[in-house]
């Protein structure tokens, strides 16, 4: 059983609980999500796999995974690369911002990772697939297919550091 730590509205610790739990109760806890972008400065949008808890079959602009209770926000970045796409790369981190959904309250942490395309391998049981394109033709990818709720809130982020 995967245990995630719940936070208060400032992001404090203030006790554990199952992810079973936390979303069926709509509990805040801790994710990380990370942009990727190839060394030439294009940014892998991937199609999330249909058996995904929430949202499968959707397009997203980052990745990322649930903060187990007592692990930090890098510690689960580096996890997470490596479980998502196959390696690790260099990283930077861009900000924090409450993700409030119907499904779910994260605290995210946001981060955007550098990695040859190369190098990617991405799990075929996270995603059906995943490409590499200018970061100028998101705003036409996002109006033709479903991308996930926190797209926009993401990008601005990482237009606000660029």
Known sequence: MELLDIVDEDN???GTASRKKVHE???PHRTVMF???SPD???LITQRSTLKEFFGG???VVMGGHVSAGCSYEKTLIKEMVEEIGTTGEYVHLGNFVKDLPEEVEHVSLFKVTVSPSKVDLDPKEFQKGEFVPLSEINSK???EDFLPETDIVLNILNSTN
């Open 12 to 14: 404090n610790v203030v």
């Open 25 to 27: 109760n709509r509990i």
């Open 35 to 37: 942009f990727v972008f």
């Open 41 to 43: 400065d294009r940014i």
């Open 58 to 60: 959707y397009w997203s």
């Open 142 to 144: 996002i109006t033709q």
